[in-house]
């Protein structure tokens, strides 16, 4: 039985320059980070800040949403590069 290639640097960085073009995604940044874990207090303008935590919490939450689409869209594409290249991805 045929071992599997290893697959170089040159190769992957070539693969993944490639695919941030496609994807769009850069794998090197980082996720977004939740902000605002407290709720704010309660009375008159409670009401106003809980209304702007609750619409940042969703903010946050499709960012987290979209970098994991991203993520996982980058994976597939590199996935389906290397293994045209050749090389066994798991």
Do not use: I, W
């Not at 599997?4 to 070539?14: D, E, G, I, L, M």
């Not at 949403?65 to 290249?85: D, F, H, K």
């Amino acid at each position: 039985m045929a071992r599997p290639r290893q697959c170089s640097s040159r190769t992957r960085s070539s693969a993944a320059s490639g695919r941030r073009s496609k994807t769009g995604f850069n794998p090197s940044t980082l996720p977004p980070v939740a902000q605002n874990s407290v709720p704010p207090p309660v009375g008159l303008f409670g009401v106003f800040r809980r209304h702007r935590y609750e619409e940042e919490q969703q903010q946050n939450a499709e960012q987290q949403q979209a970098y994991a689409n991203g993520r996982a869209s980058y994976s597939r594409a590199m996935n389906v590069c290397l293994t045209g290249r050749g090389y066994t991805v798991d």
